[in-house]
């Protein structure tokens, strides 16, 4: 009797036990690779706001760098007579500067009926246009060749600058 018992605890697993068994295994291999492809899709969108980012410090450090007629300049009259910006960041945009896909200018902050703040263009200069209706923060009767700066002084705007851009790739 004592050999039978020794024999059947050798027996082996159970249909039941491998099945319970695979499907453990299975449960958890699901999770696992789950959570491998969140974090992929985490990975790749921490890289999109790193780019982002870096882009933006850069163009915050060449800002930083230049006077800030020579900024506000950069903003009304973004191309110079050689068909480059004035700002070294956006050189290599050229094209899109040119073909009015990026967008680069100078802005009026104004408030709407609920109180928000909002934002329209600046007027710039024209001819036949009188200078005291121009909100640009630079004059420039040649298209940016030559520009005097046209602060503001009183308003709710005074001393207040707004430029916007959009639509940069790194």
Known sequence: ???????????????????VAVSIFSITAIVLLQSFVTSGRINKKSNIYMEATTVAQNIMEEIKAKKFEEVSLAFNYPVDSTGYTRLNFLNTQVDKVLNGTLGIKEV???????????????SKYREGVDEKNITASVISKDNGKTYEFN????????SKYFFELTNVTN
Do not use: H, P
């Not at 602060?151 to 005074?158: C, L, P, T, V, Y």
């Open 1 to 19: 009797m004592d050999r039978k018992k020794y024999n059947n605890s050798n027996a082996g697993m159970t249909l039941l036990e491998v099945i």
């Open 108 to 122: 009026l902050q104004s408030k709407d009926e609920s109180e928000n703040a909002v934002y329209k263009d600046v």
């Open 151 to 158: 602060a503001r002084k009183s308003g709710e705007n005074a």
